[in-house]
């Protein structure tokens, strides 16, 4: 089992950026494939960025967000810069465990979620 604990959201004015942080709990994190995915109100969840040793990103958010992780903190980032109202969701971590492939922008490749945390953008 794999609990993913995310922090980071809020309320922000469009241009401003914000630290998105997931931490994971087990023993082999950096073999996991981690991923944020997004849902807009009334919208599909969908896939924003994926790292394992690479990354891999949303053409939405290319050039924006800069996804990264801490092996020895057991964690992931979601740096978003430059954000914009269409960036308002409620955003995800995800963590594919039981994979050996690459980055997938698929749900059901991830196996564990976190709660979900609100980002909300101002124009």
């Known amino acids: 089992q794999v609990q993913l604990v995310e922090s980071g959201g809020g309320l922000v004015q469009a241009g401003d950026s914000l630290l998105l942080s997931c931490a994971a709990s087990g023993h082999t994190f950096s073999r996991y494939v981690m991923a944020w995915f997004r849902q807009a109100p009334g919208k599909e969840r969908e896939f924003v960025a994926g790292?394992?040793?690479?990354?891999g990103y949303a053409d939405s958010v290319k050039g924006r967000f800069t996804i990264s992780r801490d092996n020895a903190k057991n964690t992931v980032y979601l740096q978003m810069n430059n954000l914009k109202p269409e960036d308002t969701a409620v955003y995800y971590c995800?963590?594919?465990?039981?994979?050996?492939?690459?980055?997938?922008?698929?749900?059901?490749?991830?196996?564990?979620w976190g709660q979900g945390m609100q980002v909300t953008v101002s124009s």
């Open positions: 790292i394992r040793q690479n990354t």
């Open positions: 995800a963590a594919d465990v039981a994979s050996y492939g690459g980055i997938s922008s698929s749900r059901g490749r991830y196996d564990y």
